[in-house]
């Protein structure tokens, strides 16, 4: 069964960073394009960053750009969200999806398994 588990949220002050971790299991994740989502209260859940499922091709929101870094360990079936230089606006709850198709793309309906989501809360 194909599965997606987040980690490495939590509450950090603006200007901070955090790493989110989404661990797939179940399936072998260089077969498989992941994106990053994320959605605010009262909000839609918006695309922030994906990458293809050979790491050869990433892309990001325009909102999070030069601030976000996305990258994949396959060997630990693993894909990373570095976030630096956090602010109140990019608080949220963050979602992995995948997708077996080998194309990046920042649009919900592309991705067919998602994880639970990790709160991230930047404040001071």
């Known amino acids: 069964q194909l599965q997606l588990v987040e980690s490495g949220g939590g509450l950090v002050q603006p200007g901070g960073s955090l790493r989110l971790s989404c661990r797939a299991s179940?399936?072998?994740?260089?077969?498989?394009?992941i994106g990053w989502f994320r959605q605010a209260p009262g909000k839609e859940r918006e695309g922030v960053s994906c990458?293809?499922?050979?790491?050869?091709?990433?892309n990001y929101a325009d909102s999070v750009k030069g601030r976000f870094t996305i990258s994949r360990d396959n060997a630990k079936n693993t894909v990373y969200l570095q976030m630096n230089s956090l602010k109140p606006a990019d608080t949220a709850v963050y979602y992995c999806?995948?997708?077996?198709?080998?194309?990046?793309?920042?649009?919900?309906?592309?991705?067919?398994?998602w994880g639970q989501g990790t709160q991230v809360t930047v404040s001071s």
């Open positions: 990458i293809s499922n050979s790491g050869g091709s990433t």
């Open positions: 999806a995948a997708t077996s198709r080998r194309l990046c793309v920042l649009q919900r309906n592309y991705y067919t398994a």
């Open positions: 179940g399936f072998i994740l260089d077969s498989y394009s």
